[in-house]
């Protein structure tokens, strides 16, 4: 549905040349709700702006349905943007006009016929929650309301994709979980792609099917939203997951577990996915090896709707007993573990 191949963007600033965008490689397919996430500075903005080309690659192609947007003429790019719905942070919102009229704005400029608008603008305020505020002006409404109005306006021409970008990240808590449930519906309903930017984890967990993580311009990782959660390669994406996942052990449990048992103590950290979410793994592995466990954190979540789980915990024993525990329980399937820093390591590779 989507494929960037090779994608560069310089920007030219009085301090000499920027490179926002270093070989971008994307590939979305048709119907999945697709996010980018990372920090600040690290291009998202200028990658989904180039994607229905607001911003114009200074190298690489974006394909969109077969069609390739750089190769296009102004008239032909024009038309192709019909298919490519847009919303923004901000809103960007015409104040002076109603929200219908907002609406209707994109379907006037598109040479929708008089008739048509009208009713057409009321099925879209249906849809996104809004029949009652047609009359109402941008300033009359709450964040979340204008971001509806948003989303009603991009759906205007009846688009394919629908980008989004930072389209919570104004609101409140609650407020992106209402608006993240209407994109899913959005997304589900009426079969649209979704991509969205973020600089939010949570955002990504909610809704997204599969993600790719931007530093410094370029994709440095991407996958299933479910296996980049379990096994994130790297740091960048550790950053973020601990956001999250808050698995992280308090710096004064670390510091009792390694006084009171030096050398002796071992913390790891247990991820399971799927059906091993519902196992009695520490139970089972106290019966089979010689050592204790005391489960210091515990917690689990739902992505996409499989289990997730994870586990702290704290083995003692003699130290042979203990790798070997470990050992094993790496060997099962849908468990990953991690040696946490601070308890003696052990290579689980040999
Ligand atoms: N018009 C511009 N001229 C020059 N440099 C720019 C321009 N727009 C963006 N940049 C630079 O390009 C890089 C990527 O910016 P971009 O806004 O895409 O990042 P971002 O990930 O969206 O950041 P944020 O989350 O802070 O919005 C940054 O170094 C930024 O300073």
């Known amino acids: 549905m989507i494929e960037v191949h090779n994608l560069d963007k310089v920007y030219q600033s009085e301090e000499g040349p920027v490179n926002a965008l270093e ?26 702006r180039c994607l229905n080309l607001l911003e114009r690659p200074t190298r690489g192609q974006v394909i969109i349905d077969d069609k390739d947007l750089t190769d296009l003429t102004i008239s032909q790019l024009r038309e192709a943007r019909k298919e490519i719905g847009m919303i923004f942070q901000n809103f960007n919102l015409l104040n002076s006009r109603t929200v219908a009229e907002n609406v209707a704005f994109c379907l006037e400029i598109a ?22 505020k047609a009359d109402n002006y941008p300033s009359q409404l709450s964040g979340g309301q204008q971001q509806r109005v948003g989303i009603a306006r991009a759906l205007a021409n009846d ?25 899913q ?3 589900q309903e009426l079969g649209i792609t979704i991509v969205l930017i973020t600089h939010e984890m949570e955002v990504i967990k909610e809704i997204c099917t599969q993600v790719a993580v931007i530093e410094g311009g370029e994709i440095v990782e991407q996958g299933h939203v479910l296996d980049i959660f379990t096994t994130p390669q790297e740091p960048v994406t550790k950053k973020f997951l601990q ?14 577990v390694t006084v009171n048992n ?17 196992q009695p793994i520490v139970s089972k592995f106290v019966h089979t090896h010689q ?11 739902k992505i996409q709707g499989t289990p997730f789980g994870t586990l702290i915990i704290e083995l003692t024993g003699e130290r042979e007993q203990v790798k070997t525990g470990i050992k094993d329980l790496n060997e099962q ?11 003696e390591s052990i290579n689980l590779s040999n």
């Open 23 to 48: 070989g971008i490689d994307l590939e979305i397919d048709e119907g999945e709700i697709f996010g980018i996430i990372g920090p600040s500075g690290a291009g998202k903005s200028t990658l989904i």
């Open 111 to 132: 040479g929708e016929k008089k008739e048509d608008i009208n009713p057409k603008v009321k099925r879209l305020l249906k849809l996104v929650g809004l029949a009652d």
């Open 159 to 183: 688009p394919k994709v629908l980008l989004c970008d930072e389209a919570t990240s104004s609101l409140d808590p609650e407020t992106t979980h209402s608006i993240l449930e209407l994109l």
């Open 185 to 187: 519906d959005i997304n």
């Open 243 to 256: 956001r999250v996942i808050n698995a992280n052990v308090p710096e004064e449990l670390l510091s009792r």
């Open 262 to 278: 030096p050398g002796q103590g071992r913390l790891i950290k247990l991820s399971f996915t799927g059906r091993s979410a519902g």
């Open 291 to 301: 050592v204790e466990a005391n489960i210091l954190y515990g917690n689990i979540d």
């Open 333 to 343: 399937s849908g468990i990953r573990i991690e040696v946490i820093e601070g308890a």
